[in-house]
Antibody, heavy 120, light 110 residues
Framework: QLQLQESGPGLVKPSETLSLTCAVSGGSISSRSYYWVWVRQPPGKGLEWIMSFYYSGTSYYSPSLKSRVTMSVDTSKNQFSLNLNSVTAADAAVYFC????????????WGRGTLVTVSS | QSALTQPASVSGSPGQSITISCTGTSNDVGDYNYVSWYQHHPNRAPKLLIYDVSNRPSGVSNRFSGSKSGNTASLTISGLQTEDEADYYCSSYTASRTWVFGGGTKLTVL
């Protein structure tokens, strides 16, 4: 059964770059059947979609975060990563990776999330 | 993109039914039948409950059902059980080719 596992630094300083990784086990990240997704949840707030990408390189970004977000894929490790630069306290959140079936508009599998705190 | 509007909390007794609303706009909920609902227990992975307004994935109890009218979608949980106590989120695809979530609803089973 496919599983997603997020990992990250836990603590990031303001103005620095946040880097998170989502390890995919039990399936291939190069599958044509899925988009891979990042979602976050600031403390006490709701979920916020960050971005989705497809193995071919097609990506979609939240307009509010697009200028600060980049992503990368490591097919040899079957994982994908999110980089968010120039972080502020507003970027503190639990970050989730998830999966969206191709040609569908929901997220059918999620990781448990990783907490990121922004503080000097 | 503004978040979808959900009540902050709802409560019910075991065996009862509750409904959680999710209000968006004509650019998301009102224009697409791509509303989904997720259940989130603390420190666990969110779980897909409903997709495309009213469809249940395999393995999800038929006590969970979804509907939509205009710009408002709804999740109904019937026969409440203690394990249903969790946070619930709605989501919709939008006209901007992005996704928007609701602020979340905390369900308390009394």
């Amino acid at each position: 059964q496919l599983q997603l596992q997020e990992s990250g630094p836990g603590l990031v300083k303001p103005s620095e770059t946040l880097s998170l990784t989502c390890a995919v086990s039990g399936g291939s990240i190069s599958s044509r059947s899925y988009y891979w997704v990042w979602v976050r949840q600031p403390p006490g707030k709701g979920l916020e979609w960050i971005m989705s990408f497809y193995y071919s390189g097609t990506s979609y970004y939240s307009p509010s975060l697009k200028s600060r977000v980049t992503m990368s894929v490591d097919t040899s490790k079957n994982q994908f990563s999110l980089n968010l630069n120039s972080v502020t306290a507003a970027d503190a959140a639990v970050y989730f990776c998830a999966r969206r079936p191709w040609n569908n508009w929901y997220f059918d599998l999620w990781g448990r999330g990783t907490l990121v705190t922004v503080s000097s | 993109q503004s978040a979808l509007t959900q009540p902050a909390s709802v409560s019910g007794s075991p065996g009862q039914s509750i409904t959680i609303s999710c209000t968006g706009t004509s650019n998301d909920v009102g224009d697409y039948n791509y509303v989904s609902w997720y259940q989130h227990h603390p420190n666990r992975a969110p779980k897909l409950l409903i997709y495309d307004v009213s469809n249940r994935p395999s393995g999800v109890s038929n006590r969970f059902s979804g509907s939509k009218s205009g710009n408002t979608a709804s999740l109904t949980i019937s026969g409440l059980q203690t394990e249903d106590e969790a946070d619930y989120y709605c989501s919709s695809y939008t006209a901007s080719r992005t996704w928007v979530f609701g602020g979340g609803t905390k369900l308390t089973v009394l």
